[in-house]
């Protein structure tokens, strides 16, 4: 099982290219991009023996083999090759059980496990969706495969909203405001309003957040719970500001603009 840096060989094709085409202005150069990688893929390619790098995966078909080959290039830090990510996700189904045991491999370099996690995205298979679950609701903070996961459901089609709230309560903080965000996508569950408002009235420090998670609710109950941080003393410029975007967002009167002299934000504002 060789190991080839394609990057590196696509790198020299770019150079050599540019070279048979000189005066191009970076912006050309750029708008062409396409039309080169898509030559250099379908272009023999001597360093493979005359193959096409754009095909040469396509002798590899066992999900094992696969996954070694993901495994040998993060190990040794090589850009994972185009055509072999277009390979796995091309076998789809075939390769989700090898790609989901990948990401539950806390063993594995988080690096490893975001690519698998990236390719069961593309592959778009139902059978990952309790994984992005789990992901989402054991999630801790600065957890990256926890907010891809978050991003995959935010961007699917809701079935999993009833799944996430169901573990809302025994979720951790962050993995509560990951599940909030998910479920603004999704309005029509009272439960999400509430919890939006509970978070808004008892999280000070995330009053932007969950008042910018309520403007996009889109629920006009959130309207009045908004105005009434509007009067507060202790709230900072900047969330003054969310919460004024999220009142007006659903449709209400925020009322005359308060001004935040001392607030660093609001001074950096004004002066410019």
């Known amino acids: 099982m060789k190991i080839y840096d394609f990057d590196e060989k696509f790198y020299d094709y770019v150079r050599t290219w540019m070279a048979m085409h000189p005066g191009m202005t970076e912006k050309q150069v750029e708008e062409s991009y396409n039309e080169i990688m898509l030559n250099w893929l379908n272009a023999p390619a001597k360093w493979l023996d005359g193959e096409k790098p754009g095909e040469y995966f396509l ?62 995205r593309d592959i778009g298979s139902d059978d990952s969706k309790p994984l992005y679950v789990e992901l989402v609701c054991a999630g801790k903070e600065g957890d990256d495969l926890s907010e891809m996961a978050a991003d995959i459901l935010s961007d699917g089609d809701g079935a999993e909203i009833e799944a996430l709230l169901e573990r809302y309560d025994a979720a951790n903080e962050q993995a509560q405001s990951r599940i909030l965000g998910i479920c603004t996508n999704f309005p029509g569950d009272d439960r999400i309003f509430n919890y939006l408002v509970d978070k808004l009235r008892n999280r000070p420090e995330q009053r932007s957040l969950y008042a910018s998670f309520l403007g996009k609710l889109g629920d006009p109950r959130a309207i009045e719970p908004l105005k009434s941080f509007l009067t507060l003393t202790d709230i900072t410029y900047l969330d003054y500001i969310e919460l004024r975007n999220a009142v007006e967002e659903l449709g209400g009167d925020a009322g005359e603009e308060r001004t935040f002299y001392g607030d660093p934000d609001f001074e950096a504002m004004r002066n410019m």
Do not use: H, W
């Open 59 to 120: 002798r590899y078909s066992e999900p094992k083999d696969l996954m070694k080959l993901l495994e040998e290039y993060d190990k040794r830090k090589i850009g994972l090759p185009e055509p072999l990510y277009s390979r796995v996700v091309a076998l789809g189904e075939t390769c989700v059980p090898a790609l989901t045991k990948m990401v539950q491999n806390t063993d594995r370099p988080e690096s490893i496990r975001a690519t698998a996690l990236a390719m069961l």
